[in-house]
């Protein structure tokens, strides 16, 4: 099917994937979230064409994505310059770049991920979704940074018994839907309480911030595990598992 004679600067989704880096599954992921247009042109029902301009923006959405931890609806706002202040764009460099440095620096092809134990249709199901960036390099797709420590941790819970039905991919999702509103949180608490005191020291304090909250993170969901746990077991009256009348050891 040619190009449509009217614009000699669209391509197909496949070339617009070619030029950027970024997988087409990926791009229209994108589109999906709103942070890039629809097609500009169909010329049938399963064939579109996309305007070549919009490499520098999708190449920028991976930069800004790189952890999987900045929400798009936020990257979607730094990149709309009408949107975002330039305190905002600051904060979102100082946040790549303390990102970019705690990834690490180790990369992996495909066919090695899938020979270290990764499922072919979970791979694919974490690019279509973006929780994986792949990048083509040397003929090869590969993976890297926090991308690889994702893929090794799903290793790792397959290799210690946690199959597909016990803790499958899509699991994620769940997960990134509370990690937004965390990490929106955090932004709204930076944007009214560092920013309008920083004095010059906007990118250092991001920096501090953003490093420190990963500990403290961490350290908060320790404390509510088991209180979240009782909460549960109260709220269905019995814990999962046990069985009324079962003979046990008094």
Do not use: C
Not at 40 to 50: D, I, K, L, P
Not at 122 to 127: D, H, I, K, T, V
Not at 154 to 169: K, V
């Amino acid at each position: 099917m040619a190009r449509p004679r009217s614009d000699a600067h669209l391509v197909k989704i496949s070339k617009l994937a070619e030029l950027s880096g970024v997988p087409g599954p990926t791009i229209k992921h994108y589109m999906r979230e709103g942070l890039l247009p629809p097609a500009a042109s169909r010329t049938s029902r399963n064939m579109a064409w996309y305007d070549v301009g919009l490499v520098p923006r999708i190449q920028a959405i991976k930069e800004l994505q790189r952890s999987q931890f900045l929400p798009l609806k936020v990257i979607r706002q730094i990149l709309d310059e009408q949107a975002a202040s330039p305190d905002d764009r600051a904060t979102a460099a100082a946040i790549v770049r303390v990102l970019g440095e705690m990834a690490p620096p180790l990369s992996m092809t495909r066919d090695e991920v899938i020979a270290a134990g990764s499922d072919p249709d979970e791979l694919r199901w974490l690019e279509e979704h973006g929780f994986l960036e792949p990048h083509a390099e040397g003929g090869a797709v590969q993976y890297q940074g926090d991308d690889l420590t994702l893929l090794r941790l799903l290793i790792e819970a397959r290799q210690r018994g946690l199959t597909p039905e016990m803790l499958p991919t899509s699991v994620l999702g769940t997960y990134m839907t509370f990690v937004r509103g965390l990490a929106k949180a955090e932004l709204t608490m930076f944007r009214d309480g560092v920013i309008p005191r920083a004095e010059g020291r906007l990118e250092p304090l991001a920096e501090a911030a953003l490093q420190l909250s990963e500990k403290l993170i961490v350290q908060l969901r320790r404390r509510a595990l088991l209180p979240a746990l009782q909460e549960l077991i109260v709220a269905e009256g019995a814990p999962r598992g046990s069985q009324a009348g079962s003979g046990g050891v008094a």
